[in-house]
């Protein structure tokens, strides 16, 4: 998967995307369009999700 640790993709539409296995630590999606996106795989810690939410340890294909 991608790398894409501490990226901003605020506001971003990133609708039907793939990012199976991707690196999204710390990446910002805040207010980012992500339907029907695919995260399966992808580490999530310390991202910040559409909601503002930053998802915590043990985030792995969801912000938990």
């Given at each position: 998967?991608?790398?894409?640790?501490?990226?901003?993709?605020?506001?971003?539409?990133?609708?039907?995307?793939?990012?199976?296995?991707?690196?999204?630590?710390?990446?910002?999606?805040?207010?980012?369009?992500?339907?029907?996106?695919?995260?399966?795989?992808?580490?999530?810690?310390?991202?910040?999700?559409?909601?503002?939410?930053?998802?915590?340890?043990?985030?792995m294909g969801k912000c938990r």
């Open positions: 998967g991608a790398d894409l640790e501490d990226t901003n993709l605020q506001n971003s539409n990133l609708a039907g995307a793939f990012f199976d296995n991707a690196n999204l630590k710390g990446a910002s999606l805040n207010q980012a369009n992500i339907q029907k996106t695919r995260f399966r795989g992808a580490l999530l810690k310390g991202t910040v999700w559409v909601n503002g939410q930053v998802c915590g340890i043990g985030s």
